[in-house]
């Protein structure tokens, strides 16, 4: 029953700017952390950022600097802000959710994936 919906990928140019956004529905009790993974052809998917639910977040040196994650737990919403764009940041971005979800009545420790959308970085 939970589903993590993402939107905002797209085409840009180098040194340009994007904004992903995810958000989880479901019966949900809780989401402890929200994050953005990317991964590139023939690459491992890597961590991108992560923010807890009270605002820790946690950047991989990479982006450092140029992307900056957001959460709105009221809206069960994570965004990326992703600035200075290069194309070294084109992959799959893939939006997780470590969360308590309710489960016929049990409260239930889980881990939720996006389908995943689409960066692309080139001139």
């Known amino acids: 029953q939970v589903r993590l919906g993402e939107a905002g990928g797209g085409v840009v140019q180098p040194g340009g700017s994007l904004t992903l956004s995810c958000a989880a529905f479901g019966y949900i009790f809780k989401i402890n952390t929200m994050g953005w993974y990317r991964q590139a052809p023939g690459k491992k998917r890597e961590m991108v950022a992560t923010?807890?639910?009270?605002?820790?977040?946690d950047y991989s040196d990479s982006v450092k600097g140029r992307f900056t994650i957001s959460r709105d737990n009221a809206k069960k919403m994570v965004n990326l802000q992703m600035n200075s764009l290069k194309p070294e940041d084109t992959a799959v971005y893939y939006c997780n959710a470590d969360l308590i979800k309710i489960d016929s009545g049990d409260y239930v420790r889980s881990n939720y994936w996006g389908q995943g959308t689409q960066v692309i970085v080139s001139s």
């Open positions: 923010a807890t639910s009270d605002g820790i977040t």
